[in-house]
């Protein structure tokens, strides 16, 4: 499926589910996606991290709704329990079957996005990975003198965001030397499809989730 | 001073973009903190008051972002251009990261908008705590059930406030100090 479309449809059922309070279409949700992710062969592993790491704060939503609110209304502690697992394997559908490069051109060349944003973030997401070395480094060099920076400390912030100016800086540069003019047209050597199929994908899994949100409880 | 420049160049992206990751990076650093403010508040019969007292922390870049470039957009680019580098990288909550970085962004950005994008000081740091509290206790109301807990949530809404307040008005004012005193961000100059 096209990825901005994926995007879109995963948009539509985040927003709609957090609006209404119906138990089925979550399961409905849940289960279909868990389909999906296995027929792309997605690693066990990350099965279970997709279950464990939402857990904790489920937990906590379905405690306090369960046991702690005026009404003890356990169906709905179960549909904030199941929404909360409707976000993160809806999520998991994108990501874990789109790389953040098709997604892009994706978003730029289907929905028409102003290539500097599409690529200004794509640029900021390559560099998630000196991101964290970067952080971990500050706080290093900072023990080294003695001083602890501790994640409230503005001094860590102020560091982590001197390097964010000097790469911007850079990063702006070298696309530039590269031939990008902003808000100029662009052509494109890999072209994103957009198929009469991924409009029918997307315009029929809306009205089924319409059709199984107002029928079932 | 050079005339004042509202439009967003390639650069400005690129830095707000980081930024947001920046913050969302040194936050992972602080995950703990909520399952421990669960487990601390359960037995007092308060158990979302973690997502409360945490929310500030993922409400920061927002204002920074407004602190920083001092443009109108800036805060709602800031805040929503770090949750979509999050959901790119595929962070747990997905595409709703999206959602919710773009409702932050709104709340972030209408504390400079009330205060006419003139107050980058206390009174823009208050506006933006004020109206962050409220619109994001707002969609909190439909999406984690709030609307559920009664009076409980007069204690929720000021741990939220509390939160923001520490979050996204003291400590980004700190930070801004910091900024401000060594001369980084002045350069709108050299655009254009």
């Known amino acids: 499926m096209n990825p901005s479309f994926k995007l879109l449809l995963v948009l539509i059922i985040a927003l709609e589910v957090s609006f209404t309070r119906h138990l089925t279409i979550n399961l409905v949700l849940i289960a279909v996606t868990i389909i999906y992710l296995l027929t792309k062969r997605i690693r066990p592993r990350l099965f279970g991290w997709l279950f464990l790491m939402p857990l904790f704060p489920a937990i906590a939503v379905f405690i306090t709704i369960a046991w702690f609110s005026p009404g003890h209304d356990y169906f709905y502690a179960w549909v904030l329990f199941s929404r909360i697992y409707v976000y993160v394997f809806t999520g998991a559908a994108i990501t874990q079957t789109t790389s953040p490069l098709e997604l892009t051109r994706s978003l730029e060349q289907n929905l028409h996005l102003p290539s500097k944003f599409a690529y200004g973030t794509l640029a900021a997401v390559n560099l998630i990975p000196r991101i964290k070395m970067t952080v971990k480094t500050i706080r290093a060099a900072g023990q080294m003198r003695g001083i602890y920076l501790s994640w409230w400390s503005p001094t860590l912030y102020f560091k982590a965001i001197l390097h964010a100016i000097t790469w911007s800086d850079q990063l702006a540069q070298a696309m530039e030397s590269h031939g990008y003019v902003e808000d100029r047209a662009r052509t494109s050597v890999h072209q994103i499809a957009l198929t009469t199929r991924d409009w029918l994908i997307l315009i029929v899994s809306i009205i089924l989730i319409q059709i199984i949100t107002f029928a079932l409880p | ?192």
């Open chain 2, 1 to 192: 001073m050079a005339k004042k420049n509202n439009k967003f160049h390639l650069r400005d992206i690129i830095l707000l973009a980081l930024v947001g990751i920046i913050f969302g990076v040194i936050y992972w650093a602080a995950a703990f903190m909520y399952n421990a403010l669960t487990i601390v508040f359960t037995p007092l019969k308060l158990p979302m008051m973690g997502n409360d007292l945490t929310m500030g922390l993922w409400c920061m870049a927002g204002p920074m972002a407004g602190f920083m470039l001092k443009k109108p957009g800036a805060p709602f680019l800031g805040e929503f251009l770090g949750a979509a580098g999050e959901a790119l990288i595929g962070d747990q909550w997905g595409a709703a990261n999206l959602i919710s970085g773009a409702v932050q962004g709104i709340a972030s950005e209408l504390g400079f908008t009330l205060t006419g994008y003139k107050h980058y000081d206390w009174l823009g740091a208050v506006a933006t705590t004020i109206t962050t509290t409220i619109v994001t206790f707002a969609w909190d109301w439909f999406r984690n059930g709030y609307n559920k807990f009664g009076f409980k949530n007069v204690y929720y809404f000021s741990g939220r406030l509390l939160s923001m307040f520490f979050f996204c008005g003291v400590l980004v004012m700190l930070i801004e100090r910091l900024l401000e005193r060594s001369h980084v961000m002045k350069r709108e100059e050299f655009n254009d």
